[in-house]
T-cell receptor
Framework: DAGVTQSPTHLIKTRGQQVTLRCSPK?????VSWYQQALGQGPQFIFQ???????QRGNFPDRFSGHQFPNYSSELNVNALLLGDSALYLC??????????????FGPGTRLTVL | KQEVTQIPAALSVPEGENLVLNCSFT??????LQWFRQDPGKGLTSLLL?????REQTSGRLNASLDKSSGRSTLYIAASQPGDSATYLC??????????FGTGTSLTVIP
């Protein structure tokens, strides 16, 4: 049973560019959440997708957008990259029914470096 | 807004010692609390999930407790091993499916 997968593993971009990160949830999971983790900090919630819609959003600007596909996989897009966007981006999936009471399973993350 | 605090920020212990990591949260209206382990530069591995109706959960050498009324949870690690060296994070969801994390406790177990 494959766990949560993310691609790419590492990414280097320059300021002003756009980036797309991808996530495939654990088999049978229908809810995907995205987090940003700066060095030495805990993960910060970006948003959550369920039934192909953004269900909840954290305190992130509109430069951060996402999408969920019918197969439950998800993309995180970041436009007009800033140096401060450099971080580890984590994807988490959870069980069907998708209440907040369910255990989250995380992928290995994508390390984004903005130069 | 939920605030999650973890104390201590870093901990170094000799192999074999029992230890306790602490997590506190400001809003006691939580549905569950989840403990994670994170190795450097890696994703998060779920260790234990405690539902709000539970007081304890155990998995092997790990035991997590939850006291909602006081806004506290502890993670107890018995007979620590060098392989336990990692950062340990706790997280709680709010009613809107947003999860709040602490900044973690960095544990080093010295052989």
């Amino acid at each position: 049973d494959a766990g949560v997968t993310q691609s790419p593993t590492h990414l280097i971009k320059t300021r002003g560019q756009q980036v797309t990160l991808r996530c495939s949830p654990k088999s049978g999971h229908d809810t995907v959440s995205w987090y940003q983790q700066a060095l030495g900090q805990g993960p910060q919630f970006i948003f959550q997708y369920y039934e192909e819609e953004e269900r909840q959003r954290g305190n992130f600007p509109d430069r951060f957008s996402g999408h969920q596909f019918p197969n439950y996989s998800s993309e995180l897009n970041v436009n007009a990259l800033l140096l401060g966007d450099s971080a580890l981006y984590l994807c988490a999936s959870s069980f069907p029914g998708a209440s907040s009471y369910n255990e989250q399973f995380f992928g290995p993350g994508t390390r984004l470096t903005v130069l | 807004k939920q605030e999650v605090t973890q104390i201590p920020a870093a901990l170094s212990v000799p192999e074999g010692e029992n230890l306790v990591l602490n997590c506190s949260f400001t809003d006691s209206a939580i549905y569950n609390l989840q403990w994670f382990r994170q190795d450097p530069g890696k994703g998060l591995t779920s260790l234990l999930l405690i539902q709000s109706s539970q007081r304890e959960q155990t998995s092997g050498r790990l035991n997590a407790s939850l006291d909602k009324s006081s806004g506290r949870s502890t993670l107890y690690i018995a007979a620590s091993q060098p392989g336990d060296s990692a950062t340990y994070l706790c997280a709680v969801p709010n009613t809107g499916n947003q999860f709040y994390f602490g900044t973690g406790t960095s544990l080093t177990v010295i052989p």
